[in-house]
């Protein structure tokens, strides 16, 4: 098992940046890619970035690409997630995820955080 738990989110204007932050216990942290899913009122869950096991490798969803950026510490069992330049369509609850393998489909997410709400006030 792997507990997940987020943090960082919170109410920001249209520009704003933001750092969420997800502390993980349990199993081996350096075992599993790690990513950040979002899920806005209405819509279901989508694939926002990912980082492999050495953080040589990372994915972003289109809509973030060159404003988020994920990064982990091993050390610390902590993954981080850096938001810049935010907009109201970024306005979700934000869920870090575990997985065994890199995967951009929440239905194959093993472990999932609470999550954290963002919401971005224009």
């Known amino acids: 098992q792997v507990q997940l738990v987020e943090s960082g989110g919170g109410l920001v204007q249209v520009g704003d940046s933001l750092r969420l932050s997800c502390a993980a216990s349990?199993?081996?942290?350096?075992?599993?890619?790690m990513g950040w899913f979002r899920q806005a009122p209405g819509k279901g869950r989508e694939f926002v970035a990912t980082i492999s096991r050495a953080s040589d490798t990372t994915a972003y969803a289109d809509s973030v690409k060159g404003r988020f950026t994920i990064s982990k510490d091993n050390a610390k069992n902590a993954v981080f997630l850096q938001m810049n330049s935010l907009s109201p369509e970024d306005t979700a609850v934000y869920y870090c995820?575990?997985?065994?393998?890199?995967?951009?489909?929440?239905?194959?997410?093993?472990?999932w955080g609470q999550g954290t709400q963002v919401t971005v006030s224009s």
């Open positions: 349990g199993r081996t942290f350096s075992n599993y890619f």
């Open positions: 995820a575990a997985n065994p393998v890199l995967s951009r489909s929440p239905n194959q997410i093993y472990y």
